[in-house]
């Protein structure tokens, strides 16, 4: 079964604060993805990356960066916590882009 | 640009009805589809694609290229069916999925 972590199921941050999102898979997989989940919107892609130390901007990257130093983890990084950010971070990863698997979650507020 | 667009937020259907979930699509090439499902305090997961042209959970979806749609249906649908359902869709190059707005599915008994 392909496992996909997340480093928190629950974050509580401040405005301003820098915050780290980790996600980690046991399965070998080149494509690794970060999510935000909002209801009404659905998953709007925020980054994603396809090998080790490479990334893509997704459709709101805005606010948002990522790092990938090993194959199996991939860090969601705000710079600076707002309040905007308070929502749904799923992290998933794939061998082949179509076929994705997800983690369970992070649910972000920033207050 | 690719969009899917699901046009129903909420769809609320009692038990042993049929079912059907709308999905439409605009890409100019030859997408692959898919719909993706998340039950209460699950993780997200892939329920069918359209290439595959399997029915699971005794749901289907054809790709309607005419009409650039890809409904998922059922058609007696059960209360365990009630869920969070994206369409998902790939471009040609397969370098990522473009997910819809989500359909919230209650099936009450």
């Known amino acids: 079964d392909v496992k996909v972590t997340q480093s928190s199921r629950y974050l509580v941050k401040r405005t301003g604060e820098k915050v780290f999102l980790e996600c980690v898979q046991d399965m070998d997989h080149e494509n690794m993805f970060w999510y935000r989940q909002d209801p009404g919107l659905g998953l709007r892609l925020i980054y994603f990356s396809y090998d080790v130390k490479m990334k893509e901007k997704g459709d709101i990257p805005e606010g948002y960066s990522v790092s990938r130093e090993k194959k199996e983890r991939f860090s969601l990084i705000l710079e600076s916590a707002s309040t905007n950010q308070t929502s749904m971070y799923l992290c998933?990863?794939?061998?082949?882009?179509?076929?994705?698997?997800f983690g369970p979650g992070t649910r972000l507020t920033v207050t | 640009a690719q969009r899917v667009t699901q046009p129903e937020k909420l769809l609320s259907v009692f038990k042993g009805a049929p079912v059907e979930l709308k999905c439409n699509y605009s890409?100019?090439?030859?997408?692959?589809l898919f719909w993706y499902v998340q039950y209460s305090r699950q993780r997200l997961q892939l329920l069918l694609r359209?290439?595959s042209r399997e029915s699971i959970k005794g749901f289907t979806a054809d790709l309607n290229k005419g009409e650039t749609s890809f409904h998922l249906k059922k058609p007696f649908a059960q209360e365990e069916d009630s869920a969070m359902y994206y369409c998902a869709l790939s471009e040609t190059s397969g370098s990522r999925l473009t997910f819809g707005e989500g359909t919230q599915l209650t099936v009450n008994p």
């Open positions: 998933a990863s794939s061998f082949l882009p179509s076929e994705q698997y």
């Open positions: 890409y100019s090439g030859s997408p692959e």
């Open positions: 359209h290439i």
